[in-house]
């Protein structure tokens, strides 16, 4: 099913705790990335990483974080710094020399309530 | 950055009819245009792209069109079934050939 995984699916939370989301791929992709997605608003980068120990803000990175210590883990941590945290989170990745598809996960509803 | 405009948001068919979803890009140094299909609950999935160098390409029932001087490109799908029925996603590489700026998306429901 395309060889990147997330976990939970589905992840409840208090108001004010930090939560990290998995993201792990076997697909030998340089390239990993962290999209939000609420109805109506289409799919909005939060981070990106090309590479090992290197990543970048996207779009929406205010109240997030990201490490990339190994190629196929890509975690996020939603901060309570960030104020409308409940949405669908997608992770995806792809081959960064290839140019272009990226392959999703399953995704994770996160709900902070 | 990169702008893409995706329209109409929401477009109902009936089963056998065309549906046609169109979107607009802003950085004219965009040279990769994937469509994405996403039925409710599951994740995107490509179903066909088009790069910079190419005008148009079909796959069965569905084609995309691109024209770098007006800087748009459409979907096109033929003969359409219920399965059909999602939500459609464009989007535009910018210039970039790892990052990629996604429209809005559009609901397509194919009514029997």
């Known amino acids: 099913d395309g060889g990147i995984t997330q976990s939970p699916k589905y992840l409840f939370r208090k108001e004010g705790q930090n939560v990290t989301l998995s993201c792990e791929q076997n697909l030998n992709h340089d390239a990993m990335y962290w999209y939000r997605q609420d109805p109506g608003q289409g799919l909005r980068l939060i981070y990106y990483s090309q590479i090992v120990n290197d990543f970048q803000k996207g779009d929406i990175a205010e109240g997030y974080s990201v490490s990339r210590e190994k190629k196929e883990s890509f975690p996020l941590t939603v901060t309570s710094a960030q104020k409308n945290p409940t949405a669908f989170y997608l992770c995806?990745?792809?081959?960064?020399?290839?140019?272009?598809?990226?392959?999703f996960g399953p995704g994770t509803r996160l709900t902070v309530t | 950055g990169e702008n893409v405009e995706q329209h109409p948001s929401t477009l109902s068919v009936q089963e056998g009819d065309s549906a046609v979803i169109k979107c607009t890009y802003s950085d004219s140094a965009s040279n990769y245009f994937p469509w994405y299909k996403q039925e409710l609950g599951k994740r995107p999935q490509l179903i066909i792209d088009?790069?910079?160098?190419?005008g148009e390409k079909k796959d069965q029932r569905i084609a995309v069109t691109l024209n770098k001087t007006a800087k748009h490109f459409s979907l096109h799908i033929t003969e359409t079934q219920p399965e059909d029925s999602a939500v459609y996603f464009c989007a535009s590489s910018g210039g970039s050939n790892y990052k990629l700026t996604f429209g809005k998306g559009t609901l397509l429901t194919v009514n029997p």
């Open positions: 088009i790069r910079s160098n190419v």
């Open positions: 995806a990745s792809s081959n960064r020399l290839a140019g272009g598809e990226q392959y």
